[in-house]
């Protein structure tokens, strides 16, 4: 494997840890390791295609912006959820756009039903309301899953 992709192997890995733990801990997606994870694909898109790599990933990025803040203004995600998204799209080209999209939806669906499993027995003491922010499904568990899993399936 070339070293550019072990580097940036190791760069998503890192970016999705850090995606996943302040999803869990605080519920927050940052915008500025949204910020670092946009550069690092267009880094990436550069480092190995060029100029139209990176442009390729750009537009899957805006594209991915556009659809995800469509579904945060129907509440289906949160803010952080689609800009996290959007960022991480660029490390994608467009054309592996129905890889990321799949693999962040069985992701997600593996959250859905280890979280509904936890939550069962918590729910019978009290309603999940009463939770606040931590009732909230931290899907960017799910984003960061999928898309480690995409870049790996992508460049192997």
Request: some cysteine; hydrophobic content about 60%; charged content about 15%.
């Amino acid at each position: 494997m070339d070293a550019r992709l072990v580097v940036a192997g190791a760069c998503i890995c890192a970016i999705a840890a850090a995606g996943s733990y302040f999803d869990l801990r605080y519920r927050r997606l940052p915008n500025w390791l949204c910020g670092v994870a946009l550069v690092g694909g267009i880094g990436l898109g550069l480092a190995t295609g060029g100029w139209t790599d990176v442009a390729t990933s750009l537009l899957h990025a805006l594209i991915a912006l556009a659809i995800a803040i469509g579904l945060f203004a129907l509440g289906g995600i949160g803010a952080g959820d689609a800009k996290y998204y959007a960022a991480l799209a660029a490390w994608f080209p467009l054309r592996d756009a129905p890889l990321l999209i799949a693999a962040v939806s069985l992701a997600g669906l593996a959250l859905v039903l280890a979280w509904a499993a936890a939550r069962l027995p918590a729910a019978r003491r009290r309603r999940a309301a009463e939770d606040g922010d931590f009732a909230k499904l931290p899907y960017g568990v799910a984003i960061a899953a999928g898309a480690v899993a995409a870049f790996f399936v992508a460049r192997l």
